[in-house]
């Protein structure tokens, strides 16, 4: 008797899965190599505005060698507002939300916050999908939503409720999450490279001229420099190449999911790079909202009935 194969759809989520988790295992050190290039209040380097306009005019200019390299086709009309809406997400809205906060947060901090990427990547590739999650599922998003916020409010100190800062990584992560379900949907009928390649083109206009104006005028150590190189090559380029071609073969819901390790591997790196502790509430509240994304993992999805 031979040995039953395996269903090719297993095979792709597989893929998926390690792509994925490829992807996750990149943007991981995004958020220490950002503090890296930011540095602190006391001591700052490289503003917000140059680090996210300039790790895009870096990895526009890139995208724009590899797409003449390889002739890729021009986007389809029909890709043009998905692509506009991708860049307004991981082009403009994340890098930029999340240098201006690494100046104010630690890398640990701000690992846990991460921890409700999952939920909300999953909640908008559902919507774009057409499915329809239960309402335990939403509950699950709001249950992880709330401690995420909790744990900023803790944190936030004598400031209590009022703004801060550090804030503004709540709201990166609604960028991401909305570049990752758009970026994933063309990478459906798209080379997952050219995808993030056409999104960082398109920004060129605004990116390099943003860049050029914030170019610090001061002198930067090489260690903020590597941190910038990071973040402009892998964590805008090369990690998306991966991780959209993931959430392609894989799915957005399913794959989405991988992103639990990324609180986990972003306080580890935190550490070495950083000499950052990491204290047992961030451990505990990161562990709160991952087990939340687990849950919410397990909640039924089921697709929308369309009109006939």
Known sequence: ????????????????????????????????????????????????????????????LLSGALLLALRAPLPQRADAWPLVLTALGVVFGFPLLTSI???????????????????????????LHRQRPSPAFWACAALGTGLVVGFAVLRSGAAGLALHPADLLLGA??????????????????????????ALVISLPVTAPLAALSWPD??????????????????????FFAWYRGLALGGTVRVSQ?????????????????????????????????ATVLLGRRMPVRARATQG
């Open 101 to 127: 906060a690494m100046r104010h947060v630690s890398a640990v901090h701000a690992s846990v916050i991460v921890g409700v990427l999952p939920l909300a990547t999953a909640a908008v590739g559902a919507l």
């Open 1 to 60: 008797m031979t040995p039953p194969r395996a269903h090719p759809a297993h095979g792709a989520e597989a893929r998926g899965l390690a792509l994925g988790l490829l992807g996750v295992t990149i943007f991981a050190l995004t958020l220490p190599m950002t503090r890296l290039a930011v540095g602190t209040p006391d001591a700052p380097l490289m503003s917000g505005l140059f680090i996210a306009m300039g790790r895009a005019a870096l990895a526009g």
């Open 173 to 198: 992560m609604l960028c991401a999450a909305v570049g990752y379900g758009f970026g994933a949907r063309l990478s459906q009928h798209m080379r997952a490279e050219f995808v993030i390649c056409w």
């Open 258 to 290: 991988v992103q639990l390790v990324q609180p986990f591997l972003g306080m580890l790196f935190a550490v070495p790079l950083l000499g950052e502790g990491l204290d047992a509430v961030s451990a505990g509240f990161g562990l709160a909202v991952m």
């Open 218 to 239: 001061v002198s930067v150590p090489a260690v903020a420099w590597s941190g910038f190189a990071y973040v402009s090559v892998f964590s805008m380029w090369l990690g």
